[in-house]
């Protein structure tokens, strides 16, 4: 039996001249994004993330799994119990587990075990990335290409809450398994990544750093 089943595609084409426009206002206003690792505590409206994380679940995966689960924590004390076991990961990376090399990488970065942005900000996504899942005759199937589909859903986001004027930072502490237990999280989902978010505090600042202009990330055949 054919499982498939199609419906019209809603498309609407753009002139050119409004193509290359909307592409030159989403080059700058996606330009203006930076990580941000100061934040004030006031509290994002629960509208904007709800709508940023619908917009994250529209992304493309394997076989449409949609492999990830996002957990909102603005409860304090929640917040402060994942700062304490971050930090615990952090002072071993830092102190033993991180390369000479990888350490030096850091050093234009700034950053350092000291994770107080995590009490801060009002806000962390916790974002897991599904292995396995039930489907619909309850049986457990694996997922395909869940790190590519949970990294594409991350970076519609962070674009999303850069859209709608909330700051992000990606923060993979690591390991971070301590998320799957703070979080009464299944074992079949990994933890993937925390997006940070709220507003940056006043007078915040960020690393002086630039990115690659497009002759270095790209060239055309
Ligand atoms: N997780 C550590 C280390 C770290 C690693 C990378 I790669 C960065 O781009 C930044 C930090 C930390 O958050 O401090």
């Not at 996002?70 to 119990?81: N, S």
Request: net charge neutral.
């Amino acid at each position: 039996m054919n499982h498939y089943k199609s419906e019209p595609l809603k498309f609407h084409r753009l002139p050119k001249v409004e193509s290359i426009e909307n592409s030159r206002d989403f080059l700058n206003k996606v330009s203006t994004r930076r990580t941000v690792r100061e934040f004030s505590s006031d509290p994002i409206p629960k509208e904007v993330l709800e709508n940023a994380i619908q917009a994250a679940g529209t992304a493309p995966s394997g076989a449409n799994i949609q492999p990830w689960h996002f957990v909102v924590v603005t409860d304090k004390e929640t917040r402060h119990r994942i700062r304490i076991a971050a930090e615990e990961q952090e002072e071993q990376f830092y102190e033993h587990r991180a390369s000479e090399e990888w350490l030096k990488a850091l050093e234009p970065i700034g950053t350092n075990a000291d994770k107080h942005f995590l009490d801060s900000a009002p806000c962390q996504i916790a974002v897991f990335l599904k292995k396995s899942f039930i489907d619909n005759n309850g049986e457990k199937k694996k997922s395909y290409y869940p790190n590519e589909s949970v990294g594409l859903a991350t970076g519609l986001l962070i674009t999303a809450l850069h859209f709608s004027g909330i700051a992000t930072l990606t923060y993979t502490p690591s390991p971070m398994h301590f998320l799957t237990d703070i979080l009464g999280r299944p074992d079949t989902e990994r933890p993937y990544m925390i997006v940070v978010c709220g507003y940056p505090s006043e007078n915040a600042t960020v690393p002086a750093i630039t990115k690659k202009p497009l002759s270095k990330i790209a060239d055309f055949r």
